[in-house]
């Protein structure tokens, strides 16, 4: 593993290639960004944290990505989109074998109570399907006016895996992309459905003793339970001051 130096003009995370998927669920990747003391947000969202050339490096491994997950506290504070914004990257991610010009969406929440804002939702046609655990009927027939589609999934620590497996089975997702928030994260990673982990290192410092965390679930791991990750690479952009980590979870190669 060697440091690289980020080339303005370039796009670093296209040149990355994927292992193929265990059959019951996605291959999955956790981008992030946090500042130096390790923080997710400031203030109540991650806006700040990271340049425009860290968008760039989310937009990448969309256009990798056959489906984007997003958390309810994300999709409230910062809202959510599978949407590549850049025509080449679509143009890219066609030639790449992929089948439509943006991922699809996903949310999972416990019962929608979310504004029904946003490209999901605006009659846009970015295609999104939202699992849920608890949704009323009527709050389900509401979000399913606006476009996604509503997949009811088992409460508990099963309403992960059940969306994973769908996704993989039903919707033939082979590589998923979570973009937080935390709480998502922490519940992908107590599976261990995380196969590997991008992280922005952004040169800020937020402090805090309450601030969130890229990692938040409800305890801590142990020092012999706790996941090892090995590093892959790192992308030092200097203009930034920003570093692009790419991590591998536990044993995978």
């Known amino acids: 593993m060697q440091l690289e130096h980020f080339r303005p003009g370039t796009r670093p995370y296209l ?4 292992p193929p998927p265990p059959p019951e669920r996605p291959y999955v990747l956790i981008n992030m960004v946090s500042s130096l003391d390790g923080k997710a947000v400031i203030e109540t969202s991650e806006q700040g944290l990271g340049s425009p050339a860290d968008q760039d490096r989310m937009q990448e491994l969309r256009a990798h990505a056959d489906a984007v997950l997003n958390g309810t506290g994300t999709m409230r504070e ?5 949407r590549l ?3 080449e990257l679509v143009t890219w991610r066609r030639a790449h074998g992929k089948d439509t010009d943006h991922p699809l969406g996903v949310l999972i929440t416990r019962t929608g109570s979310f504004p029904l804002v946003g490209d999901y939702f605006d009659g846009s046609g970015l295609e999104a399907v939202i699992f849920a655990t608890e949704m009323p009927d ?3 027939a509401k979000i399913e006016a606006h476009g996604p589609r509503v997949v009811p999934v088992p409460g508990g620590e099963s309403a992960v895996a059940t969306m994973l497996r769908h996704l993989r089975i039903e919707r033939d997702v082979r590589l998923l992309l979570c973009e937080g928030g935390p709480t998502i994260n922490a ?8 196969d590997e982990f991008f992280l922005t290192l952004g040169p800020t410092l937020v402090g805090g003793r309450d601030t969130l965390t890229i990692l938040e679930g409800p305890e801590p791991y142990t020092k012999q339970t706790v996941p090892r990750a090995q590093l892959r690479a790192v992308i030092a952009n200097e203009e930034t001051s920003e570093l692009y980590l790419r991590y591998v979870i536990g044993n995978r190669e």
């Open 187 to 194: 519940g992908l990673l107590h599976l261990g459905a995380v």
């Open 85 to 87: 914004r850049d025509p």
């Open 78 to 82: 910062s809202g959510a989109s599978s």
């Open 15 to 18: 040149e990355l290639e994927f």
């Open 138 to 140: 009527a709050r389900r």
